[in-house]
């Protein structure tokens, strides 16, 4: 059988069949049923808008049709513009039907409420085999409505010439290496820090301030649970300013600069990003991964984080399917999915070659899923900016109050 990708692109749909040279064109392909060969197949149209996960799914579809000889997955990558929209219309008017298509968790909301994403009622997506951050991003007003596939969050990346474990399990442990730590060796004249990190990025720096804050509830989709000011959440903002006062952590600092000092031995440590690895992984530095440090006993932090999942859309005619597919892509395979996408599994068994990759999981599990919320994402610039006055000088509490009374008027 041929495995077929196609690109969807302003109406016109290119149908490439990897197994041979031969290209096809078609224009206005109305449906699943009009792509089939006469053999009676089931056709399953797998749509996404994110290439890092071409080769993977490619291989999902080659394996899936390898075990079920009368079912043919048809990959169709578009253009992430409009992405939602599209669904819902081609859902709608019956045309170019997506069985299968992949979402980030924040989007759940919107495409639940839209009818466009159906329960998932598989036993294996239960916390025995995903932590609860996955489940919780999976899921929308009580239901599991999509299957977690992976995940980008941040984390702590350290230098293991220097630091073990247990120095990296709280920024206070840091600090506690640094006053006493005594560098004398020829490896060590490079080291300028022990920790840095850049402070300008909510996506990195959202742990620092979100002990304390309810942004949606557990899942992120519950408007009566916000809570972006309170004393919880004005303390952890205090250690923050703290930490960055006593390894004097400037603003002009960036990520990419960071990595390239941690690659090079001059900072032991600097909070990373899953966008890294490639570029980690590639270092000389030996390194291990930690997760995102709390401050103290007293104080703790939880990453921001991003779920990108499969699901299934209640208006394919092959739901049944389209489900067992969904499940063989994102649990049947998940130990293949880091070394064809670069991009953790958010199944917590998944066995990686180089063990510090499956240290990520521990920062993932005690992360915070972006919130599902109708105008939700609109938080996490508004806390960008807070944050950046903040350290400017700013009142906290003052800054902190201005984005509870904006989102709270959203959501109402």
Do not use: W
């Amino acid at each position: 059988m041929k495995r077929k990708l196609i690109l969807a692109l302003t109406g016109i749909i290119i149908s490439v069949s990897i197994a041979g040279c031969k290209v096809e064109y078609a224009e206005d392909i109305t449906s699943a049923e009009e792509t089939q060969t006469g053999n009676e197949e089931t056709v399953i149209r797998v749509r996404y808008s994110d290439e890092r996960f071409t080769s993977y799914l490619e291989y999902c579809e080659a394996e899936y049709e390898k075990a079920n000889m009368d079912i043919d997955v048809i990959l169709e990558l578009v253009s992430s513009e409009n992405y939602i929209k599209e669904i819902n219309s081609d859902s709608a008017s019956g045309h170019n039907v997506p069985d299968v298509y992949m979402a980030v968790n924040s989007d759940l909301g919107t495409l639940y409420l839209a009818g466009l994403a159906s329960k998932n009622t598989s036993e294996e997506f239960g916390t025995d085999n995903y932590c609860e951050t996955a489940v919780n991003a999976c899921s929308y007003s009580g239901n599991l409505v999509a299957y977690p596939l992976a995940y980008e969050t941040s984390f702590l990346l350290y230098n293991t010439d220097f630091l073990k474990k247990a120095d990296t399990v709280s920024f206070a442990a840091l600090q506690e290496y640094s006053e006493n730590a005594v560098f004398l060796s020829e490896e060590s004249a490079s080291i300028e820090s022990v920790f840095r990190c850049e402070i300008n990025d909510m996506f990195t720096n959202y742990g620092y301030i979100s002990d304390g804050m309810v942004i949606g509830g557990d899942c992120g989709d519950d408007s009566t649970k916000l809570s972006i000011v309170n004393d919880t959440v004005i303390n952890a903002a205090e250690e923050y300013l703290a930490l960055i006062d006593y390894f004097s952590i400037s603003t002009k600092n960036t990520y990419e600069g960071c990595i390239k000092k941690f690659n090079s031995g001059s900072f032991l440590s600097v909070i990373a990003t899953t966008s890294s690895l490639a570029s980690i992984e590639s270092s000389d530095i030996a390194y291990g991964i930690s997760a995102y440090p709390d401050y103290n006993d007293e104080t703790g932090t939880s990453p921001l984080s991003i779920t990108t999942v499969l699901a299934v859309n209640p208006f394919s005619s092959n739901t049944e399917t389209a489900a067992d597919f969904a499940e063989f892509a994102t649990a049947g395979q998940a130990d293949s999915l880091y070394g064809l996408a670069k991009l953790p599994s958010c199944r917590r068994d998944v066995q990686y070659e180089n063990s510090a990759i499956g240290s990520i999981y521990e920062s993932y599990a005690k992360s915070t899923p972006k919130n599902k919320l109708i105008y939700g994402e609109q938080v996490y610039p508004l806390l960008e900016i807070a944050l950046h006055n903040i350290v400017a000088g700013e009142d906290i509490e003052t800054e902190l109050t201005e984005v509870d009374d904006y989102m709270k008027a959203q959501v109402d």
